[in-house]
T-cell receptor
Framework: GQQLNQSPQSMFIQEGEDVSMNCTSSSIFNTWLWYKQDPGEGPVLLIALYKAGELTSNGRLTAQFGITRKDSFLNISASIPSDVGIYFCAGRDSNYQLIWGAGTKLIIKP | DARVTQTPRHKVTEMGQEVTMRCQPILGHNTVFWYRQTMMQGLELLAYFRNRAPLDDSGMPKDRFSAEMPDATLATLKIQPSEPRDSAVYFC?????????????FGDGTRLSIL
């Protein structure tokens, strides 16, 4: 079956640092979605990408749809305490199946 | 902002009991998804509906789980009989009509504990 590898699994960062995480797939996707989940809540959509090469920003967040259509990354610039949470990528294949990454847990060091 | 509404938010019950979880999708959305989230397995798709018709429930244990959409504003997920291994957070998500690339929007989940 299709696999989607999300890395890193977790990140410990200092407030103010930039953050980068990525997802890679064994197959081509038509859509990449990035979600954030806070404790006790459901995932919330951050950015949706629909074209290879597309680069989209949402405030301090920037995500790109890889040119090979098999990967995507999410960057967070100048992290702040409220950025903590779990970030999920999800890719949609040609059958419109949505495949989820295992998540990247972001922790800010005190 | 419109949100998917799930009830109850928390449920604790003894094994063997029937559990019913409810979801109100965002008005105008025609696709509904049920997910289960655990630490070990992450987000697992259990079932999804389009225009109230079940399209895929291959991720759902058929012997004890059932999912229905009695009308466009209500989706239900039932477990009967419940077992301790069913303990998890169950999320409902809905998506707008479109060519199939539309993102899903999640509710805040039902945290289920089976004793």
């Amino acid at each position: 079956g299709q696999q989607l590898n999300q890395s890193p699994q977790s990140m410990f960062i200092q407030e103010g640092e930039d953050v980068s995480m990525n997802c890679t797939s064994s197959s081509i996707f038509n859509t990449w979605l990035w979600y954030k989940q806070d404790p006790g809540e459901g995932p919330v959509l951050l950015i949706a990408l629909y074209k290879a090469g597309e680069l989209t920003s949402n405030g301090r967040l920037t995500a790109q749809f890889g040119i090979t259509r098999k990967d995507s990354f999410l960057n967070i610039s100048a992290s702040i305490p409220s950025d903590v949470g779990i970030y999920f990528c999800a890719g949609r294949d040609s059958n419109y199946q949505l495949i989820w990454g295992a998540g990247t847990k972001l922790i800010i060091k005190p | 902002d419109a949100r998917v509404t799930q009830t109850p938010r928390h449920k604790v019950t003894e094994m063997g009991q029937e559990v019913t979880m409810r979801c109100q999708p965002i008005l105008g959305h025609n696709t509904v998804f049920w997910y289960r989230q655990t630490m070990m397995q992450g987000l697992e798709l259990l079932a999804y509906f389009r225009n109230r018709a079940p399209l895929d429930d291959s991720g759902m244990p058929k012997d004890r789980f059932s999912a229905e959409m009695p009308d466009a504003t209500l989706a239900t997920l039932k477990i009967q009989p419940s077992e301790p291994r069913d303990s998890a957070v169950y999320f409902c998500a809905s998506g707008p009509p479109g060519v199939g690339n539309q993102p899903q929007h999640f509710g805040d989940g039902t945290r289920l504990s089976i004793l």
